[in-house]
């Protein structure tokens, strides 16, 4: 079965690096659209970006200058890089992916940024 | 940016109601919609796509319409595995942006 993983370190100073990892199962996952969205707590959801079968990007200007997403096929892994947080970034993240009829997502990775 | 707006925020019904959510597109997005159920603490599930594509396994009693400005989610005959918040989110312009959200409580 189709699934996908998501691993990164919970609790960042602010200031530091957020990296998580998102890895897909039971499937080929090339010539796949990969999407990130967060949801802050007791909050709604908003699309950070994605990265396209053909590794190019497309980012929310809101976060447009301190992300990076980048896709490893030989592993089906796909990554996300935030600098420089801030409280404003903690919130739960969720990797998805389009294929098989439906939007498949990750289990979501708790980031907290505290001091 | 494209703003999605919900209405209402909250609503309370009762099991065997029929539900309407609206959202609303801040410029004209064609029937570039999804609709999407979240249960708390669990993953979003998407319902519907292209404003009123039933996504497989999505109970017959989920429906969606409208295209450009105004779209519409119904639940008809609201079971109890129905309560959750409903998102849309538009699919036209990037950014791609979210509603804020409706919750379905029960009255």
């Known amino acids: 079965q189709v699934h996908l993983q998501q691993w990164g370190a919970g609790l960042l100073k602010p200031s530091g690096t957020l990296s998580i990892t998102c890895a897909g199962f039971?499937?080929?996952?090339?010539?796949?659209?990969w999407t990130w969205i967060r949801q802050p707590p007791g909050k709604g959801l908003e699309w950070i970006g994605q990265v396209n079968p053909d590794r190019t990007t497309i980012y929310n200007p809101s976060v447009e200058t301190r992300v990076t997403m980048s896709l490893d096929t030989s592993t089906n892994q796909f990554f996300l890089r935030l600098t420089s947080v801030t409280a404003a970034d903690t919130a739960v993240y969720f990797c998805a992916t389009e294929g098989w009829g439906q939007l498949l997502w990750g289990p979501g990775t708790q980031i907290t940024v505290s001091s | 940016d494209i703003q999605m707006t919900q209405s209402p925020s909250v609503m309370y019904v009762s099991v065997g109601d029929t539900v309407t959510i609206t959202c609303r597109a801040s410029?004209?997005?064609?029937?570039?919609l999804a609709w999407f159920q979240q249960k708390p603490g669990k993953v979003p599930k998407r319902l519907i796509n292209?404003?009123?594509s039933l996504q497989t396994g999505v109970p017959s009693r989920f429906s969606g319409s409208g295209s450009g400005t105004k779209f519409t989610l119904t639940i008809s005959s609201l079971q109890p595995e129905d309560f959750a918040t409903y998102y849309c989110?538009?699919?036209?312009?990037?950014?791609?942006?979210f509603g804020g959200g409706t919750r379905v409580e029960l009255k």
């Open positions: 292209v404003s009123s």
């Open positions: 039971g499937g080929s996952f090339r010539n796949h659209f």
């Open positions: 410029q004209g997005i064609s029937n570039s």
């Open positions: 989110q538009q699919l036209s312009l990037y950014p791609l942006t």
